[in-house]
């Protein structure tokens, strides 16, 4: 039995199909769906990665409103004569709450991610027709 799937769109909408659109596969044929190379089934819910944890952290602490005041505060304090306070006790002040929270959410995705490693190598129970 073969199913067509289009895309979800494409039906809501009524339009045309186009037949580069279309997956065509078997339905219990894992011989025959073997050349179609599906994506896995691996979970994700870790919101970063190495490379993207410093750049997205620091993104979504600034869009906290606190965090974003502190910030331009800290910058108005850097310029001399401008502040009657130390220059950096503001931004340093900034800087331990932007550490520790960073920390705080790299513990949790780290966490997170560990879980979700343990989950995507668990042991599954494949049922199977005639089986």
Known sequence: MAVDIPMLDRIRKKKALDP?????????????????????????????????FIPLNLFYQFCRVANFYFLI?????????VSPTGQFTTLGTLLVVLGITALKVASEDFKAHHQVKKLNNSATLELRKGE
């Open 73 to 81: 505060i800290s910058a108005i304090q850097v310029i001399p004569g």
């Open 20 to 52: 580069d659109e279309v997956r065509t596969f078997s339905v219990n044929n894992l011989e025959g769906n073997a050349h179609l190379k599906f994506p896995d089934n691996n979970v994700r819910t870790s919101k970063y990665t190495i490379l993207t």
